[in-house]
C-alpha cells in the first residue's frame, strides 16, 4: 500500500465477506496474504449466496426511517450474521480448510446510513455473534474511524486496488459498479497520489425501477433499458443534482440516490413509459462514471471494471461511447477478470485485505482519498 510501508508478516489466510448497496446478496472469498507479493492466484475460493427475501425486505426497509428501527435492525444484524456464519462454513468446506487455519474475517457489514458529513457511517452487525458461530475472530466497522478522522469513510478499496492493479507504466483507473458506482485513479509510478471517490448511482436506481415495475430482481443484460428511448428532459434533471457537481474526496449511498429521489424528478417531467426510464437511468450511470473520469482522471489509459453493473451489457456498451465523448485520449475499458480476478470477488477480497492489515497494526485507508486527517488502522476486532 503507498506510503504505508511494507509488512513483514509470516502467511496467513483471510476471510473477507461484502455485501453492498445492491441488497443481492453477500460474497465471501479465502485468501492468502503475506507469504509473497500478493496476486490474484492468492485466492483459495469464492462462494455467493443470495439473502433470504425477508432478510433483503428488512435490510432494504431499514434503509429508510420507520418504527421500532433499533429493534428490526438487531434482528437483521442477528440474521445477517447468520447468513455469514452459514457462508464462511461453506467456504471452509469446499476448499477444505478449518477454521483454526484462518487468522481473521473481515466483515464488512451491511451500510444502512451514511452520513460523514454529520460524523457517522452506520453498517448493520453482530461481528460478535458472528466470531462465536464461525470460531475465527472478526474485524468489523471498517469504516467509522476514518469518519473519525474527519474522513468519508468511503471508498476504502482504493488502497487494495493500488496494491492489486497499480501498474508503475501505465495510468490505470479501476470502476466499481455496485448499487453505488466508484472509481480509483492509479497513475503511473509513484510520483502522483492514488485517488479514489463515488461517481454516484450504479445499479441501486436501475434494480429499484425494475423490481417496481417488472417484479424482477434486475434488468437482465440491460434489455429492457435497451428497448426505451432516453429521455433528454429527465436526463438533465438527474445530471443536475448538486452532489454530482462536486470533486474528490465525496461519498454517497441510498441515503441520497433512492426510489423517492428518483420520484421527485419524475413529477416534473410528463408521464414517461416505465422501459424509457430504464433507458434514462442507463445513460445517467454511464454519464455520471464517463464524466467523473474525463474530469478527474485524464491521461488515464484503462479503466478496469469489476461489480455486477459488468454483467449488464447495455450500460457497459453506453459507458464505453460516453467515455470516447467525456475522454481527451482513448481508454481501454476491460474486467477484472482479464487481470486475473473474477468482478464478483474483487470487493470481498478488499475487505479480507483489510482485516490482514489491522490484524498486522497496518493502517488500511488513504487520506488522500477519504480526506482523513492521517493514516489509520481501520477496523474493530472481535477475537474468536
Known amino acids: 500500500m503507498p506510503g504505508t510501508g511494507s509488512p513483514s508478516t509470516s502467511a496467513a489466510l483471510c476471510i473477507g465477506l461484502m455485501s453492498g448497496t445492491s441488497l443481492d446478496g453477500v460474497d465471501a472469498v479465502l485468501a492468502l496474504f503475506g507469504a509473497q507479493t500478493f496476486t490474484p492466484q492468492s485466492v483459495l475460493g469464492h462462494h455467493h449466496v443470495p439473502f433470504p427475501a425477508e432478510l433483503r425486505a428488512a435490510l432494504l426497509a431499514l434503509q429508510h426511517s420507520g418504527p421500532d428501527e433499533l429493534h428490526r435492525a438487531a434482528l437483521a444484524s442477528t440474521a445477517l450474521a447468520e447468513v455469514y456464519a452459514s457462508l464462511i462454513a461453506t467456504l471452509l468446506r469446499q476448499t477444505g480448510k478449518t477454521a483454526g487455519e484462518v487468522l481473521a474475517v473481515g466483515a464488512h457489514g451491511q451500510t444502512v446510513r451514511h452520513r460523514p458529513e454529520l460524523g457517522y457511517t452506520l453498517q448493520l452487525n453482530a461481528p460478535a455473534r458472528l466470531a ?40 490505470r483507473a479501476v470502476l466499481n459498479i455496485g448499487g453505488i458506482a466508484n472509481i480509483t485513479d492509479l497513475p503511473a509510478g509513484s510520483g502522483q497520489a492514488v485517488r479514489g471517490w463515488d461517481t454516484g448511482p450504479g445499479n441501486c436506481l436501475l434494480d429499484g425501477w425494475v423490481q417496481t415495475h417488472r417484479q424482477q430482481a434486475y434488468d437482465a443484460n440491460g434489455a429492457w433499458a435497451a428497448s426505451g428511448r432516453v429521455q433528454a428532459v429527465l436526463l438533465g434533471s438527474l445530471l443536475a443534482e448538486p452532489w454530482l457537481q462536486g470533486p474528490p474526496p465525496k461519498s454517497t449511498g441510498r441515503d441520497l440516490f433512492n426510489m423517492e429521489w428518483l420520484a421527485a424528478r419524475l413529477r416534473t417531467g410528463g408521464v414517461l413509459r416505465p422501459e424509457d426510464v430504464q433507458a434514462t437511468l442507463v445513460e445517467f450511470t454511464a454519464r455520471c462514471i464517463a464524466r467523473d473520469i474525463g474530469r478527474f482522471c485524464a491521461g488515464v489509459e484503462e479503466v478496469i471494471v469489476c461489480g455486477g453493473g459488468i454483467l449488464n451489457g447495455h450500460l457497459m456498451d453506453r459507458l464505453a461511447t460516453t467515455l470516447l465523448n467525456e475522454s481527451s485520449t482513448p481508454v481501454a475499458l476491460c474486467s477484472s477478470a482479464d487481470h486475473g480476478l473474477p468482478p464478483d470477488e474483487v470487493e470481498a477480497l478488499a475487505f479480507a485485505w483489510l482485516a490482514w492489515r489491522h490484524m498486522n497494526d497496518l493502517p488500511g485507508n488513504l487520506p488522500a482519498v477519504t480526506g482523513a486527517r492521517g493514516l489509520r488502522i481501520l477496523g474493530a476486532r472481535y477475537p474468536a
Open 132 to 171: 462465536e458461530l464461525c470460531g475465527i475472530t472478526v474485524v468489523a466497522d471498517f469504516r467509522s474511524r476514518d469518519v473519525a478522522a474527519g474522513g468519508q469513510g468511503a471508498p476504502l478499496v482504493p488502497a487494495f486496488h493500488a496494491d492489486l492493479f497499480g501498474d508503475p507504466t501505465r495510468h
